[in-house]
């Protein structure tokens, strides 16, 4: 395996073409692993194990096999939106999943592990099927005029997660699209975490929409929080948030 032992945000940068062949190869950081030019692995690909360190793809990545990522943050994209990653994912307790660039494979996202689109905020594409596990949640920063989205072009499966929102440049009340999808099964499985970031804020409300005329998830903000309110029409069906509570939740198809 290929491992870099480097503290805190300690960054290691490989610029030229990197090829693992063995069956299940694994590659591993305690700081920041940056691939500027081509990872491929012929087989099996595990990234993280016991480490909680970053490994940035700004090349391209190529996985015959399975890419694990079992612990850390595997950032598809950082300073390259252009950089690729070929190969089905999983995302595992703990480890996180994150970029502006694109992944062509499915992507599994089990317990415990996360998405962050994005590199405050961005776009993260999935041109294949994704699939969020029973207590796995997503991170994403809403701001204007740009806010976090992942493009799923194929099958999007929510089995019970959870949104976990942050504040970007321009938050403001108004309509945040953060998922594109082929296909939505499992929206009633989707919501938003009440006890993080914006939604814990006192006097937060919103609700989530699926709009289906623009094949989109949407985070719908009535009012901001800390006090603040919005000209809005109260919609039928909604979210309010006070002191980091849920009044009243149900989504809009």
Known sequence: GLFFNGAGATTKQLSTDVQLTANNASVSSNGILRFNQALTADNNLTLGGGAAGTVV???????????????????????????TLSGNVVVQNGATLGGSGGITGNVTVQAGGSTSP??????????????????????????????????????????????????????????????????????????????????????????????????????????????????????????LLASGFALLFRRRR
């Open 57 to 83: 793809i700004d090349g391209t990545g190529t996985v015959g096999g399975k890419l694990t990522i079992a612990g850390g943050k595997l950032v598809v994209g950082q300073n390259n939106s252009g950089a």
């Open 118 to 239: 994005g590199n405050s905020p961005g776009t993260l594409t999935i041109n294949g099927n994704a699939t969020y596990n029973l207590g796995s949640y997503i991170e994403l920063e809403l701001g204007m005029p740009v806010s976090d989205l992942i493009d799923v072009n194929g099958l999007l499966t929510f089995e019970g997660t959870s949104l976990r929102l942050s504040e970007a440049p321009g938050f403001a009340v108004g309509t945040y699209k953060v998922f594109e999808y082929n296909t939505l099964a499992g929206f009633d499985a989707l919501s938003i975490d009440v006890s993080f970031g914006l939604a814990s804020n006192l006097g937060f409300a919103g609700y989530l929409n699926n709009n289906t005329a623009n094949n989109s998830v949407e985070v719908v903000v009535t009012q901001t929080g800390a006090g603040s309110t919005s000209a809005v029409p109260e919609p039928t069906s909604f979210l």
